[in-house]
């Protein structure tokens, strides 16, 4: 077990204080190495180290996803874009200098993730980045539920630990509601579209329920916003008359697509809806959703807080907040003391388990 430090960028400032914490609590030390990017009144900025990381085992936290800082930049406010976060993290990984035995980045959100596959002549950005930060001397990068798992194939020869968070999910869903029935006749898992097919099959299979899957309709002979546009939603499984049914998806970006599935299953006689996304980035703010709620579309939405979370969010009377923090000190000590990551990338036993306590047997 060697030497651990942690640095938290402004971005993840908060969350890593609190896993510094949990971490002391289970070890007695603080391992928080302070840090800062200070910004020159041109916009550019330099990354300073506060404290020595000479052979110390070093995880870097990083939220790319938070929009809620700013910088000055020529007498204007300027809000931080995932650009300039990924930016300050590789000024991070270059203070530390090649003096780090060696150097976690603890990424929740894959930055340029949704960028991860070339369909005409465009930037393949996720793979750039993965490539660059093997380059700067990272030898693993945990992330969570990403878009596209087989990014890892961009850097064979370093750690790309991808998390699930299904264990927190399914805890947080049977904590919160003590009537649900897990069988095939009474619960469904849905996939939005095909990417989440994967994740649904993950869980519906440790549950032991059938799934549904929505296909997304594209006009292929349009771009608009750099995509095609979609047409509409087509769902593909079986009668779901009276059941409870849980969308999982890795992510909620404005939305609309989350909400037409999810009036599909209402129409289609669908008796409670959750929602279960990794990354709740709500970014064209929360009014659609409001309404949808009111009209009975949904029930709950479970998202964690492994990227920033607006205030108005946390207040909302159909929003429940999975935390993560205790999860990430867990991989952090588990990954400093050598032990194998299996039971944490996947945890499917204790997921049973926790089905088997919850039925009674």
């Given at each position: 077990?060697?030497?651990?430090?942690?640095?938290?960028?402004?971005?993840?400032?908060?969350?890593?204080q609190r896993v510094c914490r949990i971490l002391q609590e289970w070890r007695g030390?603080?391992?928080?190495?302070?840090?800062?990017?200070?910004?020159?009144?041109?916009?550019?900025?330099?990354?300073?180290?506060?404290?020595?990381?000479?052979?110390?085992?070093?995880?870097?936290?990083?939220?790319?996803?938070?929009?809620?800082?700013?910088?000055?930049?020529?007498?204007?406010?300027?809000?931080?874009?995932?650009?300039?976060?990924?930016?300050?993290?590789?000024?991070?990984?270059?203070?530390?200098?090649?003096?780090?035995?060696?150097?976690?980045?603890?990424?929740?959100?894959?930055?340029?993730?949704?960028?991860?596959?070339?369909?005409?002549?465009?930037?393949?950005?996720?793979?750039?980045?993965?490539?660059?930060?093997?380059?700067?001397?990272?030898?693993?990068?945990?992330?969570?539920?990403?878009?596209?798992?087989?990014?890892?194939?961009?850097?064979?020869?370093?750690?790309?630990?991808?998390?699930?968070?299904?264990?927190?999910?399914?805890?947080?869903?049977?904590?919160?509601?003590?009537?649900?029935?897990?069988?095939?006749?009474?619960?469904?898992?849905?996939?939005?579209?095909?990417?989440?097919?994967?994740?649904?099959?993950?869980?519906?299979?440790?549950?032991?329920?059938?799934?549904?899957?929505?296909?997304?309709?594209?006009?292929?002979?349009?771009?608009?916003?750099?995509?095609?546009?979609?047409?509409?939603?087509?769902?593909?499984?079986?009668?779901?008359?009276?059941?409870?049914v849980i969308v999982v998806d890795d992510?909620?970006?404005?939305?609309?697509?989350?909400?037409?599935?999810?009036?599909?299953?209402?129409?289609?006689?669908?008796?409670?809806?959750?929602?279960?996304?990794?990354?709740?980035?709500?970014?064209?703010?929360?009014?659609?959703?409001?309404?949808?709620?009111?009209?009975?579309?949904?029930?709950?939405?479970?998202?964690?807080?492994?990227?920033?979370?607006?205030?108005?969010?946390?207040?909302?009377?159909?929003?429940?907040?999975?935390?993560?923090?205790?999860?990430?000190?867990?991989?952090?000590?588990?990954?400093?003391?050598?032990?194998?990551?299996?039971?944490?990338?996947?945890?499917?036993?204790?997921?049973?388990?926790?089905?088997?306590?919850?039925?009674?047997?």
């Amino acid at each position: 077990m060697d030497k651990m430090g942690i640095i938290a960028l402004e971005s993840a400032q908060k969350g890593g204080q609190r896993v510094c914490r949990i971490l002391q609590e289970w070890r007695g030390e603080d391992y928080l190495i302070p840090c800062e990017c200070p910004r020159f009144n041109s916009g550019e900025a330099k990354g300073i180290i506060k404290e020595s990381v000479r052979d110390k085992d070093i995880y870097i936290l990083v939220d790319v996803c938070n929009n809620s800082l700013t910088y000055k930049m020529d007498g204007s406010a300027n809000r931080m874009s995932p650009d300039d976060h990924y930016q300050d993290l590789k000024r991070i990984i270059s203070a530390c200098a090649g003096r780090a035995s060696r150097i976690t980045v603890i990424m929740p959100f894959l930055y340029e993730s949704r960028q991860h596959r070339k369909t005409m002549r465009e930037s393949l950005d996720c793979a750039v980045m993965l490539q660059e930060l093997a380059a700067m001397g990272v030898q693993y990068i945990v992330t969570f539920d990403a878009h596209d798992p087989r990014m890892q194939n961009v850097v064979p020869l370093k750690g790309l630990e991808n998390i699930s968070p299904a264990l927190q999910f399914t805890q947080a869903l049977l904590t919160e509601y003590e009537d649900i029935r897990i069988d095939g006749e009474h619960l469904m898992f849905i996939a939005p579209d095909e990417g989440a097919t994967e994740r649904v099959v993950f869980l519906a299979s440790i549950f032991g329920v059938n799934i549904g899957m929505f296909y997304k309709r594209r006009d292929y002979t349009r771009i608009v916003d750099g995509r095609n546009p979609i047409i509409a939603h087509d769902f593909c499984g079986g009668d779901i008359t009276g059941m409870d049914v849980i969308v999982v998806d890795d992510m909620i970006d404005s939305g609309g697509s989350m909400l037409d599935v999810t009036r599909q299953l209402k129409s289609r006689g669908a008796k409670r809806i959750f929602i279960f996304s990794t990354f709740g980035l709500f970014s064209k703010g929360f009014d659609q959703f409001d309404r949808a709620y009111e009209e009975g579309a949904f029930d709950r939405i479970f998202t964690t807080n492994l990227v920033h979370q607006k205030e108005a969010l946390l207040q909302k009377e159909y929003y429940f907040s999975v935390n993560m923090e205790r999860y990430i000190a867990a991989i952090i000590d588990t990954m400093n003391r050598g032990e194998s990551m299996q039971e944490i990338t996947r945890p499917a036993h204790r997921i049973q388990e926790m089905i088997r306590l919850y039925k009674g047997q």
